[in-house]
């Protein structure tokens, strides 16, 4: 688990993103609408920066907000379900084909001509016609990290797996905090009960 936690604390630092796609998953002998009450999974001591350690206890706090709004509510003493998450991220590269061209050619931007005789003269439209325009097509490589982060329900007294939300996403540097309030309300509003 303490590598989990390392993972999901580099994770959620470089976290802020792009569009996310959630899949979850359950148990279908299950009927997860009994599940009321939660609490979290005990982890192991683990030697996490504080800045780490902070965006875990949002996150937790944004799923527990979360899961409030759908009446599921925590207990220590009885829980129907525990909660645990894990984390991940791998640097990604993708091509794209760029294409610019330059409608202007070799006569410089500003260059009009509006003699009659000259073949960049069009008589019907009386307009400038290019003589000549260059096209250049360029491959692009984009390398971007794609983060992945599951959520994982069990089962309080059998401690199986009886739900789970994974989040995959684009991930960069930029909005920390919005990120885990995202990824949180992504993953929990899938929780059906």
Do not use: H
């Amino acid at each position: 688990m303490r590598s989990y936690l390392m993972v999901l604390g580099s994770w959620l630092l470089l976290a802020a993103c792009q569009p996310m796609s959630v899949n979850t998953q359950s148990d279908p002998t299950v009927d997860l609408s009994s599940y009321r009450t939660y609490d979290w999974l005990p982890e192991k001591e683990s030697q996490l920066s504080e800045e780490k350690a902070l965006l875990i206890k949002q996150f937790k706090f944004a799923v527990e907000r979360e899961l409030q709004a759908k009446g599921v509510s925590k207990s220590s003493s009885n829980p129907d379900f525990l909660i645990s998450f894990y984390g991940s991220s791998q640097d990604r590269s993708t091509q794209r084909m760029v294409e610019t061209s330059d409608y202007w050619g070799d006569r410089g931007r500003y260059a009009y001509y509006s003699d009659p005789r000259s073949r960049d003269y069009d008589r019907r439209w009386n307009n400038r016609v290019p003589d000549s325009s260059t096209r250049t097509v360029e491959t692009q490589t984009i390398e971007y990290k794609e983060g992945t982060l599951v959520v994982d329900f069990l089962d309080a007294k059998s401690k199986e797996l009886v739900w789970q939300a994974k989040v995959q996403t684009v991930v960069d540097e930029q909005d920390t905090a919005g990120m885990i309030e995202k990824i949180a309300a992504e993953a929990i509003s899938k929780f059906p009960n």
